[in-house]
T-cell receptor, first 113, second 111 residues
């Protein structure tokens, strides 16, 4: 398996809802990432997990909570989001935690009402 | 903080002609430079990358050049085809796991 998969593909949620985004890879990669991408903008790094430990948190609001249950899975828990959080959320993985190629999942398109 | 500047923001070329996209980075410690292509509604996909110990790399119609002294690198696409139309992002990495992306170039290929 040479792909990063993400579920769901689309998500609509209200500002009081709690939801989770899921990401999975079976390439044996030990680093996984969450990015946020607004329309016509580059991906913005949110979190980095290296060997299942959070290694980078780019000052993301606490309404976003990442979780790495094991080396293949990465979740992003969402609670009390704002309309400006509507975006494409991309997961990526790389073989190690150094300067290595990152492989992106297809993303979850999130709309917060 | 570190940043990567990318130009032009939009580029339109005739099918069969060449396209060049340029990026400049600020962090002199950067030593890994990937290029991603993102089609509308799709994920970013790596098309080519280069490390700082190499000045040029080529893969069929795509090439990347790196000038570490000037801190800039460029993407060259020759014999452009309609399927090359997409947004292209350059990026630079200087530390473990962290990549800084350029602002993107929307490339359109005119038939």
């Amino acid at each position: 398996d040479t792909e990063v998969t993400q579920t769901p593909k689309h998500l609509v949620m209200g500002m009081t809802n709690k939801k989770s985004l899921k990401c999975e890879q079976h390439m044996g990669h030990r680093a996984m990432y969450w990015y946020k991408q607004k329309a016509k903008k580059p991906p913005e790094l949110m979190f980095v997990y290296s060997y299942e430990k959070l290694s980078i948190n780019e000052s993301v609001p606490s309404r976003f909570s990442p979780e790495c249950p094991n080396s293949s899975l990465l979740n992003l828990h969402l609670h009390a989001l704002q309309p400006e959080d509507s975006a494409l959320y991309l997961c990526a993985s790389s073989h190690g935690a150094g300067q290595e190629t990152q492989y992106f999942g297809p993303g979850t398109r999130l709309l917060v009402l | 903080g570190e940043n990567v500047e990318q130009h032009p923001s939009t580029l339109s070329v005739q099918e069969g002609d060449s396209a060049v996209i340029k990026c400049t980075y600020s962090d002199s410690a950067s030593n890994y430079f990937p290029w991603y292509k993102q089609e509308l509604g799709k994920r970013p996909q790596l098309i080519i990358d280069i490390r700082s110990n190499v000045g040029e790399k080529k893969d069929q119609r795509i090439a990347v050049t790196l000038n570490k002294t000037a801190k800039h690198f460029s993407l060259h696409i020759t014999e452009t085809q309609p399927e090359d139309s997409a947004v292209y992002f350059c990026a630079a990495s200087s530390s473990a796991s962290k990549i800084i992306f350029g602002s993107g170039t929307r490339l359109s290929i005119r038939p």
